[in-house]
């Protein structure tokens, strides 16, 4: 291999470390890893609601303190029956699911969502028992 392909390809390898690094702040808030165990419910009032992939979020307003609420894959959201339209900002909402485990950030990945009286299990399997 000649020096200059040799160092083409270390540069190569370099740039893919460090997109990968890059990724890696996004990729801690996708799964289950980031949160706590137990369960956790949160009511306030919706700031603002953005409906978009990779998963529809809810901003809410609990006591003077924004919080984002991650619901499931747009899929498994209008599954349940949530869809871009059944909630507006002003509406008030109670999610229950997981905080995350770092405390200084409000954030939460909600299993179920209450709105206007109706409960949306947007991770039916992991609803806590009633």
């Known amino acids: 291999m000649t020096t200059s392909l ?16 890059a990724a890696l702040p996004a990729l ?7 949160t706590e165990d137990g369960f956790f419910e949160l009511t306030g009032t919706i700031t603002a609601i953005s409906y978009s992939n990779p998963h529809p979020t809810l901003d809410v307003d609990a006591e003077g303190e924004v919080w984002r609420i991650d619901l499931a894959t747009l899929r498994a959201t209008a599954n349940a029956g949530f869809m871009e339209d059944t909630a507006k900002v002003g509406d008030e909402v109670t999610a229950i699911g997981h905080r ?3 405390r200084s950030e409000r ?12 409960t949306y299990d947007v991770y039916p399997s992991r609803v806590p028992p009633s």
């Open 100 to 102: 995350s485990r770092d």
């Open 107 to 118: 954030r939460m990945k909600a299993v179920r969502i209450v709105v206007g009286g109706t």
């Open 6 to 21: 040799r160092s083409n390809s270390r540069l190569m390898i370099a740039a893919a470390a460090l997109a990968c690094m």
């Open 28 to 34: 801690a808030h996708h799964g289950w890893a980031w």
